[in-house]
């Protein structure tokens, strides 16, 4: 895997209780268009318009790092017309949007096996990444031929071809030899069109992710859908397995003074992730 240095001082979340990273299953685009007697291609493009309005939300909301998952693995088992439309659209959209990204001071990384794309989509995305690598107000990935499952297996493969001892791996290494290597692993999952599945999205990195999924369908997904997750996530209690400290009074900790408060790092620290918001855990075995 070919991966961008990891940034570093990409901004905190604005408060908290928001989390500093949020992946999202994008579903529903071709009931979207099949609703309307559109051909699932016109789901795809209101889909990107979605993009555009969520990722703006999030930055206002005080989020600054994103992981859309736009095509899996499994997805080049679509219609070959479908397929196409997706690949001309990631061209298109990538080749439209990169100067206005840029400007916003956001870094674009593609996660996913890139050598299935065409050529010339291949270097659009190596450029787009190159020209954006010193961005540092946001984080957009966009999983594109990502599989979860795949990425863990190509991580180990890579660190064994670099000499590592596989006898004593640690989760540390192996988080930074995945594609999202320093970045924070998600804290929310948010899936739109209503199906309760993780479908190989972020299957290592959303070990300890709040999932969040809605009925709405992805091109209808906007603002006021983020603000909802966004207080659902707030509402959350973040155990990590653990027990949440009760207070001496012996009330829990309501969910914005317990481990619900942005914790970002689980109990098995990522890389170049810290706790930096303070978790009130108390171990089941201490
Ligand atoms: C799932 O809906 C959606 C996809 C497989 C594609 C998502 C891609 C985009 C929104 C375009 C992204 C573009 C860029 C440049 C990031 P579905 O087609 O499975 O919907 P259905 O389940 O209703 O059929």
Redesign the pocket.
């Known amino acids: 895997m070919l991966r961008p240095p990891p940034p570093t001082a990409i901004p905190e979340p604005a408060r908290p209780d928001l989390p500093r990273h949020i992946g999202i299953i994008?579903?529903?685009?071709?009931?979207?268009a099949r609703r309307r007697h559109l051909p699932?291609v016109a789901?795809?493009r209101a889909?990107?318009r979605a993009?555009r309005q969520v990722m703006e939300a999030c930055n206002d909301a005080g989020v600054h790092i994103l992981t859309?998952y736009?095509?899996s693995t499994e997805?080049w088992q679509r219609p070959r017309g479908e397929v196409t439309s997706?690949m001309r659209?990631?061209q298109e959209?990538?080749d439209g949007e990169i100067d206005e990204l840029d400007a916003k001071g956001i870094q674009i990384r593609i996660i996913g096996d890139r050598a299935k794309l065409s050529p010339r989509l291949r270097e659009t995305v190596d450029e787009c990444e190159a020209r954006t690598v010193h961005n540092r107000a946001n984080v957009l990935n966009?999983a594109i031929n990502y599989g979860g499952r795949s990425e863990v297996v190509e991580a180990i493969r890579e660190l064994a071809t670099r000499g590592v001892d596989l006898r004593t791996l640690d989760e540390a290494t192996l988080s930074a030899a995945l594609y999202t290597a320093g970045l924070p692993d998600p804290d929310l999952i948010i899936r739109t069109?209503g199906e309760l599945r993780v479908s190989n999205f972020l299957l290592w990195q959303g070990a300890y992710a709040e999932l969040h999924v809605t009925e709405t369908l992805?091109p209808d997904f906007g603002p006021a859908d983020v603000a909802v997750a966004l207080g659902d996530f707030g509402r959350r209690r973040r155990t990590f397995g653990q027990v949440p400290e009760t207070p001496a009074g012996g009330a829990a900790a309501g969910p914005a003074a317990g481990p619900a408060a942005g914790a970002a790092a689980g109990p098995a620290a990522h890389a170049g992730a810290d706790a930096a918001h303070g978790t009130a855990i108390a171990s089941r075995a201490g």
């Open positions: 994008m579903d529903g685009n071709g009931r979207w699932r789901g795809h889909g990107v993009i859309l736009a095509f997805n997706l659209l990631f959209t990538m966009v069109a992805w």
